[in-house]
T-cell receptor, first 115, second 114 residues
């Protein structure tokens, strides 16, 4: 069964450094997402991506964040200058958008620790 | 502010019992609703989707939707210890049918005791 994959599983970085989180969505899916979950808190929407452009972004997704689909399979989230409060689990998700079906499937996540 | 509310629990049920998990949402225009299961330290795993009022059954799981009351529930029959997890209610934000943005509740922790 196809799955969303993410790398790395755990990333430790120093404050102010740039990080790139990588995702490979399910191959025939068209909509891609990043969510994050701070320990003990809700899963929060960051950004949605369709047809090679951002379709919606949250208030969290400021100028320090960017997304890219550099080829036909990868989907990346870049944080330019990490802050302590960026420490969280980051989940990539995708869905196909069939008629009457909006089911999103999540990857295993990347745990980002900013020190 | 669009909200999804769940009782954080923990909800404790004996093995073999029915577990009932509830969720309310604030955006009356929402049309798509989902239940995810999340084990500690893991990612959300989709269990059920529901789009129409009424019940939808899949194995031991039944999702119930009442749009007039803005209420979604999940019933787990014959609960097993392996069902012990946090159950997340997610609502697709109204007006986001083209983007698919999901708004999550805090999650209800279910403990199934052998």
């Amino acid at each position: 069964e196809p799955e969303v994959t993410q790398t790395p599983s755990h990333q430790v970085t120093q404050m102010g450094q740039e990080v790139i989180l990588r995702c490979v969505p399910i191959s025939n899916h068209l909509y891609f997402y990043w969510y994050r979950q701070i320990l003990g808190q809700k899963v929060e929407f960051l950004v949605s991506f369709y047809n090679n452009e951002i379709s919606e972004k949250s208030e969290i997704f400021d100028d320090q964040f960017s997304v890219e689909r550099p080829d036909g399979s990868n989907f990346t989230l870049k944080i330019r200058s990490t802050k302590l409060e960026d420490s969280a689990m980051y989940f990539c998700a995708s869905y196909r958008a069939q008629l009457h079906s909006y089911e999103q499937y999540f990857g295993p996540g990347t745990r980002l620790t900013v020190t | 502010q669009k909200e999804v509310e769940q009782n954080s629990g923990p909800l404790s049920v004996p093995e073999g019992a029915i577990a009932s998990l509830n969720c309310t949402y604030s955006d009356r225009g929402s049309q798509s609703f989902f239940w995810y299961r999340q084990y500690s330290g893991k990612s959300p795993e989709l269990i059920m989707s529901i789009y129409s009022n009424g019940d939808k059954e899949d194995g031991r799981f039944t999702a119930q939707l009442n749009k007039a009351s803005q209420y979604v529930s999940l019933l787990i029959r014959d609960s097993q210890p392996s069902d012990s997890a946090t159950y997340l209610c997610a609502v697709m934000a109204h007006g986001s049918s083209n983007t698919g943005k999901l708004i999550f509740g805090q999650g209800t922790t279910l403990q199934v005791k052998p």
